[in-house]
Every structure is written in structure tokens, then in C-alpha cells.
């Protein structure tokens, strides 16, 4: 018998919800209010009120959050940002993109975050912020990293782009830093039907700027007090994703069900499976498993039509477009290993009891 298991199946989730979308995106279009307007203030107010925060800005994506919050925070030419090279690209490509320098410290082997330990050294007179990623939906270790902040007087900007509504210590997501960044991406755990993101913050003068940041730096309209961009959210994203947010807890906690699940099956195979912090409640974006027999497992897999995927493959430091950046393959160890050796499996909040016991059964034939 084999069964059919993508990666991620977004088809499920939708037929669920699919009239109270329908429904939502009709009220969006007979208001014909297109940009902005209600049903972005409304989700700002909800998703900060949900991380904790004060205040919300909808941005066009994950990647514009970190962006728009590069720009406002003024970092740019001159500039360095300490962040892990383990992570999706558009963390360091957005501080290239404003003319500052990332600068990689790396992972700590259990969790695959930014291992706090070694942040301090890559701290110089011209580092002006920490971007720590919540990577998988595991949060970092945010105590240790605010202290240093607070020692060197660095920006805090966290890429809770897979961690919506994560925590650390009982904290959300977002909360931590002087701003949280989160992705709509649709393979998030709250994914849009395209591109959205979000901006969460307690600082209201911060968040002033951002949403001057938001629209060309203009305040008032037509004039412009510094460079921005246009980083609106659309209202149609903005209204599909409120009839989705009451969900966001249950699809966390079947994620975290699944994995407990996958955890108890794989346990007597020679495999890696998630190691989750004893302070953090992970959202399980991803479930990652590590093993040095990789390609052979993918292959394997791939035969028994169950999807997976490689978050990622290249650590930042070894990529082209970086390699002005001096880095050299050996420099960072941990991210170099876990590159060639991790793997997603399907996680996905409406995979059954029987598939996930497939996906385990397909995965112990092998040892
Ligand atoms: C998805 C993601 C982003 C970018 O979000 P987009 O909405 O795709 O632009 C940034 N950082 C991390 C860690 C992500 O996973």
C-alpha cells in the first residue's frame, strides 16, 4: 500500500474555510477600499494583541518587514548586522540591500538557532543590530541575546517569520526585540493566498515611523521625509488571513501533536529528531530531522510519494552572492553540517494519525 504525502498541502485548509473566504473577499470588494483601510487596521490590532505587542504594521511580506525595518531603524551603508547564516536568505539579503554588512555567528547544534555563546565576539564598534531567527518555530534563547543588546546598545529586530505566536518563557514571538518581523508566506503556519507580513513592536515612535516607511517616507502625503518604499499590505490578504487567525492556535497545536507523534515512532532509528529548549513551545513550521544518510532517506522517501524538503542546503556564508563578504568554507561549522544533513517531513495540521504513521513506518524500513 503507499499513500500519497506532499510536503505541505494547502487544498485541505481551504475547503475547510473556503465560504468564509469567499465571503471576506466579496466585503473587500464591494468597498472597493483597496488599499490599507479596516480589515489591515483590524488584523494589526490582532496580531500585535496576539504577540504581545502594542502595535501591528501589515507589510507586502515577510522579507519587506525586515527590510522596512532596516530602513527605519536608518541602518545602512557602514553598518554591521549580526545574524545567523542558517536561515532564509532574505534575512542577510535585506541588510545588503540597505548597503550594511551582515555579519554571521553560528548555530547551536540542537536548536539550529543563532548560538547565543558566540555572539559577543562578532561584536564590533559598528554592528548596530542583532537579527536572532526563530528558526522552524523554535524561538532563540531571547533572554541572552537582549542582554547583550543591552550591553553593546544594539537594535534587537526578530525574524519571527516561522514563528507566529511562538514563545520563550511564557513570551510571544515579537515581543522580545525592539520589533518582530512575521511572514503570511502560505507555508506558514498563518499563510495568505500570496505575500503578506507583519511588524510588531511596543515603541510608538517606531512604530510612527514605520508606517511612514510604509508609504514612501511621505508624511503628509507628497512629502517626503526620508526614502521609504511601498510595503502595504493588501486588504485582500488582510481579510483572508482574519477568517484564519482564530485557527492559528488549533493548526499550532495539531503541529505539535503530529510531532509528538513523529517523535515516538522515529525514536529507535538511527535519526536526529527536534530538540525543543525546556523554556520554548515551539509552533513546528517545519519538523526537521537530521541525519547523515540523507540523500538515500530523500530518495527513499521520494519512492513511498512522501514529500520533504531541505531548509536549506546552502549556509548563507557560502553563497555567490556573498562572497565578497570574505566568509570561507570551515568558518561556520554547525551551520556547514546541518546543511548537509537536515530534513523536513510533512507536518501539516490536517495530515492524519495513519499518515504520519506511514511516513514512520516508510522511514524505519530503512534501517
Ligand atoms: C519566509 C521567511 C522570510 C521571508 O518571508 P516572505 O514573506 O517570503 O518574504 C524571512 N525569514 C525567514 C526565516 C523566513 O522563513
Not at 481551504?14 to 473587500?28: F, G, T
Not at 501589515?58 to 536561515?87: C, K, Q, W, Y
Request: aromatic letters at 8%.
Amino acid at each position: 500500500m503507499t499513500m500519497k504525502i506532499p510536503l505541505l498541502d494547502l487544498k485541505t485548509q481551504y475547503a475547510a474555510l473556503k465560504e468564509d473566504i469567499l465571503a471576506a473577499v466579496n466585503d473587500v470588494l464591494d468597498s472597493q477600499v483597496c488599499i490599507l483601510g479596516p480589515k489591515v487596521a483590524k488584523l494589526e490590532e490582532e496580531v500585535a494583541q496576539l504577540s504581545g505587542c502594542r502595535f501591528g504594521v501589515g507589510v507586502s511580506s515577510g522579507t519587506d518587514a525586515l527590510l522596512a525595518t532596516l530602513m527605519a531603524l536608518n541602518i545602512g551603508t557602514g553598518d554591521e548586522v549580526i545574524t545567523t547564516p542558517f536561515t532564509f536568505f532574505a534575512t542577510a539579503g535585506c541588510v545588503s540591500r540597505v548597503g550594511a554588512k551582515p555579519v554571521f555567528v553560528d548555530i547551536d547544534r540542537r536548536t539550529y538557532n543563532i548560538d547565543p555563546a558566540k555572539i559577543e565576539a562578532a561584536v564590533t564598534p559598528r554592528t548596530k543590530a542583532i537579527i536572532p531567527v526563530h528558526l522552524y518555530g523554535q524561538m532563540c534563547e531571547m533572554d541572552s541575546i537582549m542582554e547583550i543588546a543591552r550591553r553593546h546598545n544594539l537594535f534587537v529586530i526578530e525574524d519571527a517569520a516561522q514563528a507566529i505566536s511562538s514563545a520563550y518563557k511564557g513570551k510571544k514571538a515579537g515581543s522580545f526585540g525592539n520589533l518582530g518581523c512575521f511572514s503570511f508566506f502560505p507555508s506558514k503556519n498563518l499563510g495568505a493566498a500570496g505575500d503578506g507580513g507583519m511588524i510588531v513592536t511596543d515603541d510608538e515612535a517606531l512604530y510612527e515611523r514605520l508606517l511612514t516607511t510604509r508609504s514612501h517616507g511621505a508624511k503628509p502625503k507628497y512629502f517626503h521625509k526620508f526614502v521609504g518604499g511601498n510595503f502595504r499590505l493588501d486588504p485582500l490578504q488582510a481579510a483572508i488571513l482574519l477568517v484564519k487567525l482564530p485557527y492559528l492556535n488549533a493548526w499550532s497545536a495539531a503541529r505539535r501533536r503530529n510531532a509528538a507523534l513523529y517523535n515516538e515512532l522515529l525514536a529507535g532509528a538511527p535519526i536526529v529528531t527536534p530538540w525543543i529548549h525546556a523554556d520554548a513551545v515551539s509552533i513546528y513550521n517545519q519538523y526537521v530531522i537530521r541525519t547523515e544518510g540523507r540523500d538515500e532517506l530523500i530518495a527513499h522517501l521520494k519512492a513511498a510519494d512522501i514529500g520533504t524538503e531541505i531548509y536549506y542546503p546552502q549556509p548563507l556564508h557560502l553563497q555567490e552572492c556573498f562572497k565578497d563578504l570574505g566568509y570561507r568554507e570551515g568558518d561556520f561549522l554547525e551551520s556547514e553540517s546541518a546543511a548537509k544533513e537536515v530534513l523536513a517531513l510533512p507536518i501539516y495540521p490536517e495530515l492524519s494519525e495513519a499518515q504520519i504513521r506511514y511516513v514512520g513506518e516508510k522511514i524505519l524500513e530503512l534501517y
